[in-house]
């Protein structure tokens, strides 16, 4: 059973800045794509951004510019660097892994990230 445990989430005041980090529990070679979800109170799961094995990125338009994600094969793990942050970005993060081609995904835990004006 994969397992992908996020770390990094917080409170911070707005323009701060977090980082956090999804550490799969084997290797991520298996997955194609490799991203990161949010979910505000009353709103649907949402893409904040991917990222795929041939290293091809996504943003949602709200993050462009202020978001940074990112992949060490070496560590297993999947980075999301937010810079600039705004309270609407407050949301639980989730990290996701897939492997497209068997509609298999996987999903962490969550992280609460919580933007103060």
């Known amino acids: 059973q994969e397992q992908l445990v996020e770390s990094g989430g917080g409170l911070v005041q707005a323009g701060g800045s977090l980082r956090l980090s999804c550490a799969a529990s084997?290797?991520?070679?298996?997955?194609?794509?490799l991203g990161w979800y949010r979910q505000a109170p009353g709103n649907q799961r949402e893409l904040v951004a991917d990222?795929?094995?041939?290293?091809?990125?996504t943003y949602a338009d709200s993050v462009k510019g202020r978001f940074t994600i990112s992949r060490d094969d070496t560590k297993n793990a999947v980075v999301l660097q937010m810079d600039n942050l705004k309270p609407e970005d407050t949301a639980v993060y989730y990290c996701?892994?897939?492997?497209?081609?068997?509609?298999?995904?996987?999903w962490g835990q969550g992280t609460q990230v919580t933007v103060s004006s």
């Open positions: 084997r290797s991520i070679y298996s997955f194609n794509v």
């Open positions: 996701a892994a897939k492997r497209t081609w068997l509609s298999q995904d996987y």
């Open positions: 990222i795929t094995s041939n290293r091809g990125i």
